[in-house]
């Protein structure tokens, strides 16, 4: 079962992806791609709290799950893919190893610099770039915050 949805959200593992997304897809598997996540026990143990007692949860670094993304995409595993921002996404995608997949924007809040584009949708010009690179390199970029909430293309986010 290749992997059911890749997603930029902050606060990664927690109920709009395990409940709202969850309730959809039905996945068995959560994979945490970040580098500082990845070497953090204490960290791990926190976001496996908010994963559904019967699904598994891996950690992998940039390089880990760039190594990882066939094995996940062939597992028969239903998996969710989840980067705290867009830069960890789009070192995923870079060479075309996300080409022809959509990545959702989840969650991504207001700090300073970062200018409201939908309710849970802050983007300074660096996100902006980012998503400019994804879309470079062959992914669909869509944010959306639930599944049967209307999602915004990629394009459409950028000023």
């Given at each position: 079962?290749?992997?059911?949805l890749?997603?930029?959200?902050?606060?990664?593992?927690?109920?709009?992806?395990?409940?709202g997304?969850g309730g959809?897809l039905?996945?068995?598997?959560?994979?945490v791609?970040?580098?500082?996540?990845r070497e953090?026990s204490?960290?791990?143990?926190?976001?496996r709290l908010?994963?559904?007692p019967?699904?598994?949860?891996?950690?992998?670094?940039v390089?880990?799950?760039?190594?990882?993304?066939q094995e996940?995409?062939?597992?028969?595993?239903v998996t969710?893919?989840l980067?705290?921002d867009?830069?960890?996404?789009?070192?995923?995608?870079?060479?075309?190893?996300?080409?022809?997949?959509g990545v959702n924007?989840?969650?991504?809040?207001?700090s300073?610099?970062?200018r409201?584009?939908?309710?849970y949708l802050?983007l300074?010009a660096?996100?902006?770039?980012?998503?400019t690179a994804?879309?470079?390199?062959?992914?669909?970029?869509?944010?959306q915050?639930l599944p049967?909430?209307?999602g915004?293309?990629?394009?459409?986010?950028?000023?």
């Amino acid at each position: 079962m290749p992997i059911a949805l890749l997603r930029v959200d902050e606060r990664l593992i927690h109920g709009q992806v395990t409940v709202g997304w969850g309730g959809r897809l039905h996945p068995t598997h959560y994979v945490v791609v970040d580098d500082r996540i990845r070497e953090s026990s204490w960290e791990q143990d926190l976001h496996r709290l908010g994963a559904p007692p019967e699904a598994s949860t891996d950690f992998a670094s940039v390089a880990e799950a760039r190594d990882r993304l066939q094995e996940w995409e062939g597992s028969s595993e239903v998996t969710i893919l989840l980067t705290r921002d867009l830069q960890t996404m789009l070192e995923l995608a870079r060479g075309g190893l996300l080409r022809g997949r959509g990545v959702n924007l989840g969650g991504i809040h207001h700090s300073p610099g970062r200018r409201k584009v939908l309710p849970y949708l802050f983007l300074d010009a660096a996100d902006e770039e980012r998503i400019t690179a994804l879309l470079a390199e062959g992914v669909e970029v869509t944010a959306q915050d639930l599944p049967g909430s209307p999602g915004t293309e990629g394009d459409r986010l950028l000023r």
